[in-house]
């Protein structure tokens, strides 16, 4: 297939992008840079079935040649109003690459006739209720919160998705990711991950905030994209969860992230900066894609950590 990924230079889609060559498709990259880093490609350079095109998809978006498969996944993606590239920070930009982003890709996809795969997020169950969160559950979202540029164009994002494949008969797919990580993700977007593993590199406190009781699962990149392919080339056109089930404590995740890197420093507790959204609990109920796709992650977070490291350490000691 000839496949446009959007988002292509950030954190998730490089990687997407790498699977896809590996298994011989033909990968056209899209990005403007607003989050991700040209870094990320810089070895696709040269590889004559990559090429790139610099360009806002929220501007309608134009691709020379035949596209089989869009695979929608542009968006800043880190909650944090302390970094620059938090979406706290690009409110009206996170809004409108979820909402404007979303129906230029969609447009793509129908123009061609090509499969279209949106990604969309835990994001989508909020604050939840329930407890691990299936793809039937509808969420607990604060439409004005801080969150809610985020959740709320997410969620727009699905229904249009839906919209072009009940009206339009779009060949859709829509994968729920849950906490992502591995080599590649920002040092700067103040997620947890690049946070407590620089903090640690440095023999820096761990900031831990609030009370670090709230949960996260954290998931693998190499098994999250290894889910969405299975997705991609599967049948299924309502939501499906993607996300490692083993749930942790942001204080576990702390004292794990000191353990690896033997970082004697310990945490510090930031009250201050737990925003009132942000989720007390979060955990996939992967029963979905286990039964339609096959698909359980494999890595587990110790050895996810453990692979993600070095890149963490080399890109700190260029900095
Ligand atoms: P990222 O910030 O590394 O990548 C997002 C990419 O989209 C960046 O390269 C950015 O420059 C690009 N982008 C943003 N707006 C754009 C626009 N208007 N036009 C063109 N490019 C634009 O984040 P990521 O973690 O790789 O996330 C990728 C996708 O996966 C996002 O849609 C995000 O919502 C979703 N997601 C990620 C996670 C996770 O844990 N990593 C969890 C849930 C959902
Ligand atoms: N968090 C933290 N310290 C940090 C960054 C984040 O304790 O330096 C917490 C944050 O409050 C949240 C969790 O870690 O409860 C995960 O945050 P992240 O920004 O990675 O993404 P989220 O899962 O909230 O979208």
Redesign the pocket.
């Known amino acids: 297939m000839r496949i446009l990924v959007t988002g292509a230079a950030g954190f998730l889609g490089s990687h997407l992008c790498d699977r896809l060559l590996a298994e011989g498709h033909e990968v056209v990259g899209m990005d403007n840079f607003i989050t991700g880093d040209p870094q990320n490609l810089a070895h696709l350079a040269g590889n004559e079935h990559f090429s790139f095109i610099r360009h806002d998809v929220t501007q309608y978006i134009f691709v020379p040649g035949k596209i089989d498969a869009v695979l929608h996944f542009a968006s800043p993606a880190?909650?944090?109003r302390n970094s620059p590239y938090g979406y706290p920070n690009l409110p009206i930009q996170t809004l409108k690459v979820g909402a404007l982003g979303t129906h230029n890709a969609l447009g793509v996809a129908k123009a061609h006739g090509a499969r279209f795969l949106l990604a969309s997020t835990s994001?989508v169950y909020g604050d939840p209720e329930v407890h691990p969160q299936p793809e039937s559950y509808w969420g607990r979202v604060n439409p004005i919160g801080e969150r809610s540029v985020y959740d709320e164009a997410k969620r727009f994002a699905e229904a249009m998705t839906m919209a072009y494949h009940r009206y339009h008969g779009v060949d859709t797919r829509i994968v729920r990711i849950f906490?992502t990580y591995g080599p590649r993700m920002r040092l700067d977007d103040?997620?947890?991950?690049p946070?407590?593993i620089k903090q640690a590199l440095r023999g820096e406190p761990l900031?831990?905030?609030?009370d670090?009781s709230?949960t996260?699962s954290f998931c693998y990149v190499d098994d999250l994209i290894d889910g969405i392919y299975r997705l991609l080339m599967s049948d299924e056109h309502e939501p499906v969860n993607i996300g490692n089930p083993a749930e942790f404590t942001?204080l576990e995740l702390a004292e794990i992230v000191n353990k690896i890197t033997g970082n004697n420093a310990g945490v510090v507790f930031l009250k201050s900066e737990?925003d009132k959204d942000?989720?007390q609990r979060?955990c996939p109920d992967i029963t979905k894609a286990h039964t339609i796709l096959g698909w359980e992650p494999k890595v587990d977070l110790e050895e996810g950590l453990r692979r993600t490291i070095p890149d963490f350490k080399r890109r700190l000691a260029q900095a």
């Open positions: 880190s909650p944090n994001e906490n103040g997620r947890v991950i946070n407590f900031t831990v905030y609030g670090g709230q996260r942001i737990r942000d989720p979060r």
